[in-house]
């Protein structure tokens, strides 16, 4: 398995939902209500898990992919993104299902959701590819996975995240383990050692900056 994968997977599941919801029969409210349902679990079980799972792993590993400025401003975006969406889906959930109100909510969260598929898959997901061993990309989609799992049958509360709060403490009160997630302290550091080696970068002590390159720490 690799979380990357499973990431791009959940989006196109996502791009599908929003289309079933275009073709549905529009007097159809039960149905649409249902699908929409799904939809609304789908879209927060998957922002939540990379929020706890994901983007901690980026923010540590991370270079700023493609157009982005810096992995901080990436991951900064990404949760504002989230944010976005989860308040167009409160909005959909104010207004009666097959409402006008109610389908400028979904197809707001449509817009939100698609600019932020878009980006998360060309910077984050690139990025990661390039940055992560295989082994982390295994363990992240296990543990993101797992929590989607033990959520979507009842779906979460969906809670807004602070954006700066969380590239700060890098998301670390999220993760109830402690910690973000996917690898453990001693495999993190291996794999940063690795990384600093193959980039011909000096090993620092401990308690070393959590960025990865130059560039990023800039940023
Ligand atoms: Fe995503
Ligand atoms: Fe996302």
Do not use: C
């Amino acid at each position: 398995m690799d979380i990357t994968e499973i990431i791009s997977h959940q989006h196109d599941e996502q791009r599908r939902m929003f289309a079933y919801l275009e073709e549905w029969p529009r007097d159809d409210h039960e149905g649409l209500a249902a699908v929409w349902k799904r939809l609304a679990i789908l879209l927060e079980t998957h922002a939540e898990a990379e929020e706890r799972y994901f983007y901690p792993e980026l923010l540590r590993l991370g270079t700023g992919g493609a157009d982005a400025e810096s992995t901080e401003e990436e991951v900064e975006d990404a949760v504002k993104d989230h944010n976005e969406i989860r308040a167009a889906v409160r909005a959909a959930d104010e207004h009666e299902t097959g409402s006008d109100d109610w389908w400028t909510a979904v197809i707001d969260a449509n817009v939100h959701n698609s600019d932020h598929m878009g980006e998360e898959e060309r910077q984050d997901l690139a990025d990661f590819r390039q940055q992560a061993s295989l082994e982390l990309r295994h363990e992240i989609a296990v543990k993101f996975l797992r929590y989607e799992a033990q959520t979507a049958a009842t779906g979460i509360e969906p809670k807004d995240k602070d954006p700066e709060q969380f590239v700060e403490t890098q998301g670390d009160e999220l993760a109830p383990d402690g910690g973000s997630a996917g690898a453990s302290d001693s495999e993190r550091e291996a794999h940063k050692m690795a990384t600093d080696a193959a980039e011909g970068v000096a090993p620092t002590g401990e308690g070393d900056s959590l960025k990865s390159s130059p560039e990023a720490a800039e940023g």
